[in-house]
């Protein structure tokens, strides 16, 4: 069974740091590209960065370049998006997801967490 568990998310203060974790079970996480997403309230869901099946490519919405950082263990069937320099405008809910190419195209994904909350605030 496909699955996707996010970890790490919680309240953070403007100009903060988080780090978000999500262990995939249940396929060859070696042959996948995975995605961070998010969606505030009232708004559609996002790409947030994508990170290729061996690492080496990565994307980011302009929203969060230079702030936030992808990254993958393979070994341990996880992957991360640290977060740096929080703005109250980064509060959502977030979700891994898994695609068979670096996307940030939401229906190419087929494989996705429950998503977790983040919020930012003083």
């Known amino acids: 069974q496909v699955q996707l568990v996010e970890s790490g998310g919680g309240l953070a203060q403007p100009g903060g740091s988080l780090r978000l974790s999500c262990v995939a079970s249940?396929?060859?996480?070696?042959?996948?590209?995975i995605g961070w997403f998010r969606q505030a309230p009232g708004k559609e869901r996002e790409g947030v960065s994508a990170?290729?099946?061996?690492?080496?490519?990565?994307v980011y919405a302009d929203s969060v370049k230079g702030r936030f950082t992808i990254s993958r263990d393979n070994a341990k069937n996880t992957f991360y998006l640290q977060m740096n320099s929080l703005k109250p405008e980064d509060t959502a809910v977030y979700y891994c997801?898994?695609?068979?190419?670096?996307?940030?195209?939401?229906?190419?994904?087929?494989?996705w967490g429950q998503g977790i909350q983040v919020t930012v605030s003083s």
């Open positions: 990170i290729g099946s061996s690492g080496g490519s990565t």
């Open positions: 997801a898994a695609a068979h190419w670096i996307t940030l195209i939401e229906t190419d994904f087929g494989h």
């Open positions: 249940g396929f060859d996480l070696d042959f996948y590209a």
